[in-house]
């Protein structure tokens, strides 16, 4: 019973992270911010280098409330197995009033925090035979180009684009070109928007499928592609503030930043 | 009589628990949290409702919510797990013992029967 439960009940995967709109990075082409990911249990936040902000402006990807959200469904001959998680980070660098310039990002989502709804599912699920957790926590997503980028509404306050991101995606320690169609929204600060969240924001949507096969994920004794679906669907959805969240949480009289807006890395006060 | 009562006591278990797997939903697996997709409730009082951001088919949204639903297998971490509860190993059990015990029935009407 128990191994049928381990290859029924286990899937999936995947996650991704997503977005961004990015371009080569003129000050260190092909790498887009600074941070290393650590593998293993701590998933450091990425965090754009200087040479990026100068690019556009900075969306900072990280929600204490829990909002921003990272799923995938996967096709199981009992049930469809849903995972998400809410533990997403990471950054955006992208001009809204000229979107053709492009931009940089990275978004990372650790792979202890993701949750089926069921405990034993869960631990399969990072266990060594499917994500792996011990030695491949981090699965990140840096966009290293943008392609046709469209504007499909614009009013007072607000710009929707549609666009492609592209860029190596790094799942259970393997690296592959990826493409994720995006939807994405500039919103200007006001009354209405500071009740998400403060500062301007980019909202941006995606999805796109992934190939666990190519990520060398095969389950125990190769249940991918006979009991579980070879290929993994992955949502993605985030809201990014100008706002860093340590200039957000640092809204108190006894920090000289108060709640100016951190828009350059190298100077978190100013702007 | 007494097999008479045994056996709609059985058959009042079958029912009961079959019951509650349609009336939980009749899910696979036994949980007690699920992460599911739902169509997303765009409010009136969302800054993205107006701007096109949700537009292009019907936008969903991920739950993980506490929710109890009484499935057709177990899910077990451990021997005394609640998840080990489901269709599956209530009715295994139960119909194993009323089987033996109908079976040492027989064995004993056999034997008085000599």
């Keep these: 019973m128990k191994n049928v439960l381990k290859t029924a009940a286990v899937g999936m995967l995947l996650v991704s992270a997503g977005s961004a709109f990015a371009q080569s990075n003129p000050c260190n082409p092909g790498v887009s911010g600074e941070g290393d990911i650590m593998e293993g249990h701590a998933v450091v936040t990425p965090e754009p280098n200087p040479c990026q902000v100068k690019m556009g402006t900075v969306f900072y990807i990280s929600d204490p409330m829990a909002r921003n959200s990272v799923s995938f469904t996967s096709e199981a001959p009992l049930e469809d197995i849903v995972g998400t998680t809410s533990d997403v980070s990471g950054y955006v660098v992208f001009d809204p009033t000229h979107p053709s310039k492009g931009g940089s990002g990275e978004l990372v989502v650790s792979v202890s925090s993701l949750e089926t709804g069921i405990p034993l599912r869960d631990r399969h699920l990072k266990g060594p035979d499917w994500l792996d957790a011990a030695n491949h926590n981090a699965i990140s997503f840096r966009v290293a180009n943008l392609r046709d980028v469209r504007l499909i509404k614009q009013d007072d306050g607000f710009s929707t684009f549609e666009m492609t991101a592209e860029g190596p995606f790094t799942l259970h320690g393997i690296t592959r070109e990826i493409s994720v169609p995006i939807r994405a929204t500039y919103l200007e600060e006001s009354e209405q928007t500071k009740s998400k969240m403060p500062g301007n924001l980019l909202a941006a949507r995606g999805s796109f499928d992934v190939s666990l096969k190519d990520f060398g994920i095969k389950g125990m004794k190769g249940v991918v592609g006979s009991k579980v679906g070879e290929s993994i669907q992955v949502d993605i959805s985030f809201i990014g503030t100008t706002m860093a969240m340590n200039v957000q949480q640092a809204s108190n009289p006894g920090n000289p930043c108060g709640g100016k807006k951190a828009m350059n890395a190298c100077n978190p006060c100013g702007g | ?114």
Excluded: C
């Design chain 2, 1 to 114: 009589m007494k097999k008479r009562m045994t056996g709609s006591l059985i058959l009042a278990i079958t029912a009961l628990v079959l019951g509650l797997w349609l009336f939980t939903g009749r899910h696979a697996y036994t949980k007690f949290e699920v992460v599911e997709k739902v169509p997303l409730q765009v409010s009136s009082n969302d800054p993205l409702a107006a701007t096109g951001f949700y537009d292009g088919g019907q936008p969903e949204v991920v739950v993980h919510k506490k929710s109890f639903h009484f499935g057709l297998l177990p899910t077990p971490s451990g021997l005394f797990d609640k998840h080990a509860l489901s269709v599956a190993s209530v009715l295994g059990s139960s119909w194993s013992l009323f089987l033996v015990v109908w079976w040492l029935g027989r064995r004993k009407s056999t034997v008085n029967s000599i």
